[in-house]
T-cell receptor, first 112, second 114 residues
């Protein structure tokens, strides 16, 4: 079975600072994918970034990057230069056999 | 191109009532999924389908049934609603492929069972 652990229920960051959201995972699969989704207060799920288990380089998408440490089974999301609009719930998820397993999420609040 | 749509957006049921949630996608995706999200928690997979006419159980399937009679639609049924089924329900769809299988989510249905 696959499992995602997000140990930070809430994070408070000053605008323009960088923030790291933690994610550790457990899987017995050799091939898997790791996703981060953003859920603003409006409720929709927004895909942010993906990292494959065999990808040698860390994934980046604009201000988002994924710090992937396979041996530690961690896939932390880094948001550079945070903005007020980044305030939301953030979910890490692992994919295996076409199914996603989500963590409990981290609520990020950006203070002006 | 509407993406993934869900009907209805909100619903209140009494214990024991039944209802069907409709998910529709216009992206010709093979795979479709139903999740529930309880307060303060991540999404949990209820049922999923890898193609028209096929369904499979996810992590929390009890109390729900699904059908995928058409490729673009995935229905989630509650035969006898219970207060424990109060939740936000999300539908998603995806196309199998490499390097990854991104799931596209609908806006959600907020269900309250009294």
């Amino acid at each position: 079975a696959q499992k995602i652990t997000q140990t930070q229920p809430g994070m408070f960051v000053q605008e323009k600072e960088a923030v790291t959201l933690d994610c550790t995972y457990d899987t017995s699969d050799q091939s898997y994918g790791l996703f981060w989704y953003k859920q603003p207060s409006s409720g929709e799920m927004i895909f942010l970034i993906y990292q494959g288990s065999y990808d040698e380089q860390n994934a980046t998408e604009g201000r988002y990057s994924l710090n992937f440490q396979k041996a530690r089974k961690s896939a932390n999301l880094v948001i550079s230069a945070s903005q007020l609009g980044d305030s939301a719930m953030y979910f890490c998820a692992i994919q295996g056999a076409q199914k996603l397993v989500f963590g409990q999420g981290t609520r990020l609040t950006i203070n002006p | 191109n509407a993406g993934v749509t869900q009907t209805p957006k909100f619903r209140v049921l009494k214990t024991g009532q039944s209802m069907t949630l409709l998910c529709a996608q216009d992206m010709n995706h093979e795979y479709m999924y139903w999740y529930r999200q309880d307060p303060g928690m991540g999404l949990r997979l209820i049922h999923y389908s890898v193609g028209e006419g096929t369904t499979a159980k996810g992590e929390v399937p009890d109390g729900y049934n699904v059908s995928r009679l058409k490729k673009q639609n995935f229905l989630l049924g509650l035969e006898s609603a219970a207060p424990s089924q109060t939740s936000v329900y999300f539908c998603a769809s995806s196309v199998p492929g490499l390097p990854y299988n991104e799931q596209f989510f609908g806006p959600g249905t907020r269900l309250t069972v009294l």
